[in-house]
Structures are given as C-alpha cells and as structure tokens.
C-alpha cells in the first residue's frame, strides 16, 4: 500500500484523547501510523481536502473497523463532496458507535445528493431529540436549506425562527445561525431585515467565519476593487506590461497612436527627417555644382582653345581667297 509523507513535526499525539483510546485495539505500530495519518487529515482538510482525502483513505485501509477512522473518512469525503461515500462513512460509524451525534451531517449529504425530502424527514425523526443544543442548531440549519433547495423560502424562514435565533447570548453556532437567517430574508426580497441580521451577524461572529461584513458591505453600495496580484501581472501581454511598467515609473510616456499629441510629435519626427534629408541633398547638389563648375570652366577653356585656333585658320584661307582674287582679275585684264 502506497504511503504518503508524513509532516516532520507529527507525532500522532496530536489526536483527540478519545480517538487515541479507539486506535489502543491495533497494534502499536499500526497504531501509531494510523493516528499520524488522522492529523493530516485534520491538518489539511480545510486548505487542500483532496490531499485530506488521501490522507484519510490510507487511514480506512489501515483500520476500517474502527469508528473514529470511519468517521474521519466521512469528513474527508464530505469536504471534496463525496457526498454518497460521506454518507456511507457516516453510516458505517454511527452503526460501530450507536451515537446520533453525526445525524445532521448525515441529512446534509442527503442535500448534496440532490434528496432534500430525505433531509426533512430526518429532521423529523426522533434522533434528533437526542442531540446536544449545537446539533439540534445544526439540524435546523439543515433543514431550512433542504427547504431552500425545494423552493419554500417562506418556510425556511420560519424554520431558523427558533430561541437561539432570537438569543442575545453569544454561542459557538451563534453566526452561522444569524447568517444563515440574514441570506434567506435577502433571498426573499427583504432586504431591510437582511441587512439588520447581517449586522448582528457581525457582531457574533468574532473569528470571521462568515462574510457578513461583505454582504452588508454589497447591500450598501460598497464596491471593494483587489490590487493587481502577481497572476494578474503575468497575464498581462509584452506590449501592456510596457506601459505598466512606463507609468508605474514615470520614466517614459506612452502615446496612444490615435492620439493628437503623437500624430502631431511624429509629424515632428518626419519633418526632422525630411530636413535632414533635404540639407544632405543640398550638400550632394553643392559638391556636384562645384564639380559642374569646374567641368564648365574646364570646358570653355577647351572651347577657348579651339576658337582661337579656328580663326587663325580661317585667316590664312582669307588671305588665299584674296590673292586668288587678284590672280583672276589680271588675267582678265590681260585678255581684255
């Protein structure tokens, strides 16, 4: 069988002395192991009653005949809803013990069962009789949801109108007795009522078992908004964690891009650009009108040269021309 660690600091010791005495008919050993295993379900029941459960499974397998064991179980599975195997737990125990102590747990899982006339009838029986004044309390919290559950607001009202509703002592059931009467009323669209037992609600309940103060706190208008938790923070994308981290530092600003002020700062950038642009061509069309220039000068020159060399040229074929002239004139004369 597979065995689960064991917290460092968990003698078994820890268990109610009753429970010890139940666990005296194993081995001790066996004993010891078991009693271990019962206070990591009583230690984990309420933060992780899944790992509670297994705790608790190992503890039946060890010793299933023992009452507090079937009873543990029972719990284990009640808290992770188990409810038809919490009633069998629940069952097994009371038959081993013959108490009725664990009969309004027993009637509750009939409500998780979807069987909310069975939890009437049982608060009908006599066994209920027989219960302490905080399990009769508790057989009435049961019995006003099982009537809840059917649809009989008005009735489950009634139900937790009882001595120890209207009490101005104190009680360990006090608060939930009080809430319990508080949320039906809400349900039942009196909300002025709701919200006076929500307040006395508050002023019972000393370890903060409920959320009265919440619930008061709703039917007032108080709206609470959490801080960001770190999941929060990590569910946020790449682009939106920048501009948290932008403004929480007030380092650099953000500028939405269909915002006026950004289309007018990038209309600045592109003009910067461009001027830029603009002055390097501008240098470019310089250096090149420098080098058209010199090209030009360098040009005429040459053209100069040539100029000059044609009209010596065409000088020489003037004088030709002229002597030509005068050749042909004498001879004309010289036939006439």
Known sequence: MKRLPIDDDVTGHEIDPDVRQELLSLPKGLAEEVSRNLV??????????EQAYAYARIALRLASRVAAVREAAGFAAYATQKYSEALAEFRAAKRMTGSVELWPVMADCERGLGRPERALAMAGEPEVQKLDKAAQVEMRL??????????????????????????????????????????????????????????????????????????????????FVDAMSDE???????????????????VAEYYDEDDEEY??????????????????????????????????????????????????????????????????????RDKA
Do not use: C, H
């Not at 990591?40 to 009653?49: F, G, K, S, T």
């Not at 929060?232 to 530092?249: G, K, M, P, T």
């Open 40 to 49: 990591m379900v009583a230690r984990l029941i309420d933060e992780d009653p």
């Open 142 to 223: 049961v019995a006003a949801g099982a009537r809840r559950d059917m649809g009989q607001l008005d009735a489950a009202i009634v139900t937790l109108q009882s001595p120890e509703l209207a009490s101005a002592t104190v009680q360990p059931w006090t608060a939930r007795l009080r809430y319990a009467y508080a949320d039906a009323l809400l349900a039942n669209g009196r909300e002025d009522e709701a919200r006076e037992w929500f307040a006395k609600t508050i002023e019972s309940d000393k370890d903060g078992s409920t959320d009265a103060s919440d619930r008061l706190a709703e039917l007032d208008g108080v709206e």
């Open 232 to 250: 929060d923070r990590e569910a946020l994308s790449d682009e939106d964690r920048r501009v948290q981290d932008s403004d929480d530092s007030g």
């Open 263 to 332: 289309e007018a700062s990038d209309a600045r950038a592109d003009d910067d650009e461009d001027d830029d642009a603009y002055e390097a061509s501008d240098a470019r069309d310089l250096d090149d009108d420098e080098d058209d220039e010199d090209e030009l000068i360098a040009r005429a020159e040459a053209d100069a040269d040539v100029d000059v060399a044609d009209e010596i040229v065409v000088g020489d074929d003037d004088e030709s021309d002229e002597e030509n002239d005068r050749a042909f004139e004498d001879k004309g």
